[in-house]
């Protein structure tokens, strides 16, 4: 394992979890008794600055709420997996759909069903609040709390390492 900020220019692919990662891990229950899921607007901006820029990005949860996958999809997520039971398998499977390599892939978790999987890909990273043998296995834990930003700070990291973030001059243009 090298140096975190020499990895990000390794980085061709981004996977997250759900639940505590682009969500909060607490939130209110609705009626049927499932929670409501947070999502967080920079997040959800790095997202699709990043999809723009020609990164696969997929989403990998174990959860299922119609609300979050159309969410996603409308920032132009392709690869969404709900319902896993196997995260490995669903990597596997975004990996095959874009011709990436495991370790071109930056993973996202913050809980025990994610260290399977985050032991499999080239940078493993997680948010401030994941727990303790998920940030042992990360090569970068993030400042921000899942559903806080974390994935904003990993995906505008990664692009500013490799010179595809908002230049000032894209910033005062009308493309922006």
């Excluded at 039971?85 to 990996?95: S, T, W």
């Excluded at 930056?106 to 727990?131: H, I, Q, S, T």
């Amino acid at each position: 394992m090298g140096f975190f900020k020499d990895e990000l220019l390794n980085v061709k692919g981004f996977v997250f979890d759900v639940d505590g990662v682009l969500s909060k891990d607490i939130s209110p229950l609705n009626e049927d008794g499932d929670p409501v899921r947070t999502a967080n607007v920079k997040d959800g901006f790095a997202i699709r600055s990043a999809v723009k820029a020609g990164y696969p990005v997929a989403i990998i949860t174990g959860g299922f709420i119609e609300r979050v996958r159309l969410r996603y999809e409308k920032l132009g997520v392709e690869h969404y997996y709900d319902k896993v039971r196997d995260k490995v398998e669903a990597l596997n499977d975004f990996l095959a759909k874009t011709n990436l390599t495991a370790a071109e892939v930056m993973f996202m978790g913050d809980d025990l069903v994610d260290y399977r999987v985050m032991n499999e890909v080239g940078l493993a990273v997680c948010p401030k609040d994941a727990v303790q043998e998920i940030k042992k296995i990360s090569q970068y834990i993030s400042d921000k709390n899942g559903g806080e930003g974390c994935v904003r700070d990993v995906i505008e990291q990664t692009m500013k390492a490799q010179g595809k973030w908002f230049t000032p001059e894209m910033l005062n243009s009308r493309a922006f």
